[in-house]
Structure formats: structure tokens, C-alpha cells
């Protein structure tokens, strides 16, 4: 019986990341992700597994990514029983991740009722799906090798991206390994770890997110984080962050706690308008085993919080984040969605896009057809609410905050393999272009073979 590899979302694009390994009558999947994207059709992707999902006996999981682990509740209410393996801190910003869609899925049912829409489908999934999904997890920390089913072996390896995640190397029988980068981080960023380089394996199933860019690098973030802040406080307004709950808002605390104990920045309050971004801060707080050096010398050794200072204020009730709109000083205002399409950052920018004064400050990727993405391109007026708003705020763009690596960083991974025994690269997570320019970076720099992956095809592997 061939074993083989195979894509069930997540190839030639960057959501639904759903991997599959088939062994000697096994079936394992790596991740199970949301698709995200246009409404009917991503519903119906979502809906329709390509395999039997009480035929899968365990789910290997890179990290709590909507986009990675958000399928995990439907696949439990069709019948699958096995275990999820995870780190501690992927169980946990997962647990957290699965329960706010599930929120929102809920919430955008009520609201289409209410509109009388003529849809289809009920949510996906509901609270209580996550939470029985979250009863099949085992979780294990970094570099303890443990078996997942069968002869399959797996081992975690911290991936540098989010908090906990991980790229596990799959041991099918003796010695013959293939290892998945999930989503691969940045050297240098701040909290977590950096990716680690994998030991070697036979294939590896690699990310191409920003396969055609490069970003920024890591140590500009603090220094332009200085100047937007001071250049808006020196004009008396007020910053206002969109920014993704996980990760992101803890990558902005952090720097912003540095810069303000290194009286770098103004002393104005800083106010965290998210619930989920209490919560996710929350997680983070707890799992000091993800931490790098930096954040253990500045701040465990001496007892200091660093998710928690004098002028930091977290918002999680709805008549405090209204009352944000009175306050008339310089301050930060830190709000989910990260691409504004949803939530309370709605109500920031409606209250302060049109003063001059004001900062909107872009840390993250901003997808098409999204206001973020209008903010961007700086279009003079820009609709929230319905109600047309001239943006008269200042735009400032930082590239320097992805959680993502770039093809440099890929390069570089990729060449601390050992490239002799390494079969091929399978490509996934990235858009067309993305993955084909990858590809050829990765010839270029002595792979010898190189997959783009199509989704649902099986690709045989140690034959
Ligand atoms: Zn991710």
C-alpha cells in the first residue's frame, strides 16, 4: 500500500489549510483550517469534506490560526473521534479562536434572520461543537517525540509564528520523516522564539505566504512605532491600531511597554478595546515556556508583568469603549478587527478618521474589499456604517509586524536542511504567483525538487 500526501485545502491558496498523510491503511491530518473568503462559495467549501472524517484517526495541529484549526468543530460533528495532538498554548489560543468564530457564526445567523435573508445554511458549527472538540485534545510540548497513530511518530518543533506553534516532523515506520513548517515565523520578533531549523527529513511541506516579497526588517519596528506615536502626540491626536487579537496586539503591548519604560514614547494612555484580545492576552500570560531570552531579562527576572502597566487600560465592557469617544487627549486605541471589517475598531475610525490629527496605523495585511484595505490605499472618503466619512486622518503603513516569513527567510530555512537527503518540497499556503516564484527561489538555492501542490491530488511519497 503507497503512502502518500495530499491537500484538502490549503493548496494553491492560503486558507483551509487541511493536509493528509495515508499509511498502511491510516489516515492523519495536519491542521484543519477555515476557508475564508466570498460568502456562498466558502460556505459550500466548507461544508463538503473531500474524505470521510470518521475515517481520520488523529489531527496533528500547527497552531490555533482560524485559518489552521477552525474546521476542527465541523469535522467533530461529522464523526470524527481521534485525537487532536497540539501543544499546550496551540490547545489554548485555539480553544479560544474556535470559540469566537463559533460566536460570530451564531451572531451573523441571528442577523441574517433578522434581515429575512433567503440563506441556506444555519452556522457551522456552535459553541458546544467547540467544546467537544476540545475534550479530544492531548497536548505535548516541543521536542518530545510522541506516537500519533499506528507507526507514525511526531515531534514539534516552535514554528516562530504565534504563540505555541509549531512544525511538526511526521516518522512514518524507520526513519522516514516528513516535516510540515505550518506557517513559518520571522527571526527577531518580539515574545516568542524564532523558528527553530528542522533536522532532517525526506520531504517537507512548506508555506509560501510571502514566497514573492520581503518584509521590513524586525528591528525598524520600534523606531517607527516612536516616530508616528510622537509625531501624532506632537500634533495632538490620537493612534488608532486595527490589530489581529493574537499575536499582534501582543507584539504592539510589548514594544509599547519597552518604549514607554525606556521613555522613548510619551507617557498617554493606551487602551485595548477587545475582549478577544484580553482573553488571547491572557493565554500569553500563562505559557512563559513560549518566551524568548529578551522577554524573560526585561521582564520575568524582575517580577514585571509585561502585558500590564501603569498607563496601559484594557476596555472589555461596551459603555467603557463608548465612553472612549469623550476622551480628548492624545492616547492609543488598540481595537479588533485586524482588517476592520467588524468589531469596535468600526467605531474608532467612524469617531476619528475625519480630524487631521489623527494616526490610523496599519500593522497587518489588508485583504481586497476590505475597509482596511480602502484606509490603505488612502481613498479620500470611505464608507462605516453605511455613512460616508472623509479621511483626513493620517495613514502610516507598518511592514514590519508580519508573523510571517519571506522568501529570504524561507531561503534560509530551507538551506539549513540537510539538502542531500531532502526528496522534495511540497509548496502550499500561498496565492498562484506566490508559490510559483517560491519554487524557483528554492531550485535556485539547491532543492532538487520542487511540488506545487494541487489540491486533492496524492502525491506518493518514499517509494
Ligand atoms: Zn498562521
Redesign the pocket.
Known sequence: MPTTFSSYGGAAEVTGSTHMLEFDGHKVLVDCGLFQGKRIPTEEKNRLFKFKPDEIEAVVL??G?C??SCRLPYLGMLGFQGNIFATPATRDIAGLVMADTAHILEKDFEWLKKKKVNYPYGPLFRMKDVLKVLDQFITISYRRTFTVAGSLKCTFHDAG??LG?SMPVLEIGKNRKIGFT??LGRKGTPIIHDPEYLPPVDYLVCEATYGNRLHDPIDDACRQLTSVIKETVDRGGKIIIPAFAVERTQDLIYYLHVLTDERKIPRIDIFVDSPMAFNATSIFRVHQECYDDNIHEQFLVQNKNPFGFENLHYITNVEESKKLNEYKKPCIIISSSGMCEAGRILHHLKNNVEDPRNTVLVVGFMAVDTLGRRIVERQPEIKIFGQPYKLNAKVKILNTFS??ADYNDIIDFAKHLDLDRLRKVFLVHGEPDSLNEMKTHLLDNGVKTVQVVEPEVKYDIFE
Open positions: 500547527t497552531h490560526h485559518d489552521h509564528h504565534i506553534s505550518g506557517d508573523a510571517h
